[in-house]
């Protein structure tokens, strides 16, 4: 009897997990996508349309992707997933363009481009929180290890050349941090795979060639 119920709550935490994470994310999500739908349809900059359809991706790609029973349990990887997922987000318009729209909205259709060539990589596997959730390493993950987040990175700076306050440079610093954190979280993680340690082998880098 004892054993039975220790298999069902087996099988049932990484369900409850992936219903948590998802529930939260998708919420957190759905709000910063209206307010910078909102945003946008007062100002008609394309620049917070394009942040619209970024976050939008996320949502949808939660939604379908499929659970892992390799989730980290660890409340500090945890809370690194969130705080780096949703920090950029409070990221708000304001201030003096540095260049150009046209090059702003290039870097962020860029940035969301290499993300949704990540995503497609991963298919159901996309994740907020470090898990094993299988070794990809077709499409992007040819070249850096985490493309997403080098995505993210890309689309943040074409925001904040066209949004360059103080306010938004504390932000994505903040969530840069939490993010190279939340990177080293998910190897550690995927280290427990022979299969991911060959592949680190293969591709050295995990989000900037040359640099880290």
């Known amino acids: 009897m004892k054993s039975a119920i220790f298999q069902l709550r087996k099988v049932k935490l990484p369900f409850a997990l992936d219903m948590l994470e998802r529930a939260t994310a998708a919420t957190f ?31 949808g790609f939660l939604l379908v ?7 980290s ?7 690194v997933a969130v ?6 987000l409070f990221a708000i318009p304001g201030g003096e363009p540095l ?25 159901r596997s996309f994740g907020i929180v470090a898990a094993n959730r299988g070794v990809k390493t077709n499409g992007p993950y040819n070249f850096v290890r985490h493309p997403m987040y080098f995505g993210y990175v890309v689309t943040q700076i074409g ?6 306050t103080i306010h938004n440079i504390v932000c994505y610093l903040s969530a840069s941090t939490f993010q190279v954190l939340r990177i080293l979280a998910e ?6 795979d022979q299969e991911y340690k060959i592949y680190t082998v293969k591709v050295r880098n995990r989000l900037i060639p040359g640099v880290f």
């Open 29 to 59: 999500l759905s709000f910063f996508a209206m307010r910078f739908l909102d945003d946008y349809m007062e100002t008609g900059k394309v620049i917070l349309l394009l942040q619209v359809v970024a976050e939008c991706l996320i949502i």
């Open 65 to 71: 992707r499929r659970i892992s029973n390799q989730v």
């Open 73 to 79: 349990l660890s409340p500090t990887d945890w809370c």
């Open 83 to 88: 705080a780096g997922t949703i920090l950029p």
């Open 99 to 123: 260049v150009p729209v046209s090059l702003s909205g290039a870097f962020m259709l860029t940035g969301i481009i290499i993300n949704i060539w990540a995503k497609l990589s991963l298919r």
């Open 159 to 164: 925001f904040l050349l066209a949004n360059p």
């Open 187 to 192: 190897e550690r993680t995927l280290s427990q």
